[in-house]
């Protein structure tokens, strides 16, 4: 392949990506370039990404049974009752923690951490109106 036909197919495959991707239609200035200030183009950034954000939860999540939530909750109070349970009896041995009941409570640690940031995620979504909730109203 020369380098003319390199050329080519990139700049095609440029049109084509600029083309599935948002347009900031910024208006240019004198010099060509546009004329925007940072906090403006945060904000527009801010929406593209809001708005990506929506399609993607549509493709993925769409509506939120509440029983799921409900299922959640009560997986993450499990867990964290069987974190503090294993703390309580850990501390009260007379021997040092071995390191199997170590990786127990790292392991547990772990899944409380990351079921309580999709939980806070999905409270994140519901309140920002990026997903419905079955049977609940849409606040005005």
Do not use: W
Request: charged residues 30%.
């Amino acid at each position: 392949m020369s380098v003319i036909d390199f050329i080519a197919v990139r700049s095609n495959k440029d049109e084509q990506a600029s083309k599935a991707t948002p347009s900031l239609d910024l208006a240019p200035g004198k010099s060509g370039q546009a004329e925007l200030t940072a906090s403006q183009f945060a904000r527009h950034v801010t929406h593209i990404v809001e708005d990506e954000m929506k399609r993607a939860l549509k493709r993925h999540v769409d509506v939120i049974d509440p029983h799921e939530m409900i299922a959640l909750a009560k997986m993450i109070a499990e867990l964290k009752a069987r974190y503090l349970a294993m703390t309580l009896m850990v501390s009260s041995n007379k021997t040092p923690m071995t390191d199997k009941e170590m990786e127990e409570m790292r392991s547990l640690r772990l899944r409380i951490q990351e079921l309580e940031a999709a939980y806070n995620e999905l409270n994140e979504a519901i309140t920002s109106h990026l997903v419905d909730v079955k049977g609940v109203m849409k606040e005005s």
